[in-house]
Nanobody
Framework: QVQLVESGGGLVQPGDSLRLSCAAS????????MAWFRQAPGKEREFVAG????????YNADSVKGRFTMSRDNAKNTVTLQMNSLKPEDTAVYFC?????????????????WGQGTQVTVSS
């Protein structure tokens, strides 16, 4: 399995931006479909964004469309999530996930490699 480490979370105000990074090691990143999920207290883990192995196909959850952009750099073994126009409801722990499926899955149970998560708090 690939090992994943997220970074870049923090406390920001509504309307601010953050850039999350996920560093992969142990396996070639291009073998994996990647996704970002988030989990707020008392809620289930939810899909935020996903990207196919070579970045050709991308998906965003409706709640983040137009605000969040996921990208990947297979040569650097990293994926990023650029988050703009942040809202208080974006507050959650954000997780990077990987699987070896051909298509992007929206269900967390389909992913077998996870990072430890990074906290994002949006508050005035």
């Amino acid at each position: 399995q690939v090992q994943l480490v997220e970074s870049g979370g923090g406390l920001v105000q509504p309307g601010d931006s953050l850039r999350l990074s996920c560093a992969a090691s142990g396996r070639t990143l291009s073998s994996y479909t990647m996704a970002w999920f988030r989990q707020a207290p008392g809620k289930e883990r939810e899909f935020v964004a996903g990207i196919s192995r070579f970045g050709i196909t991308k998906y965003n959850a409706d709640s983040v469309k137009g605000r969040f952009t996921m990208s990947r750099d297979n040569a650097k073994n990293t994926v990023t999530l650029q988050m703009n126009s942040l809202k208080p409801e974006d507050t959650a722990v954000y997780f990077c996930a990987a699987n070896q499926a051909i298509v992007v899955n929206f269900n967390a149970i389909e992913y077998d490699s996870w990072g430890q998560g990074t906290q994002v708090t949006v508050s005035s």
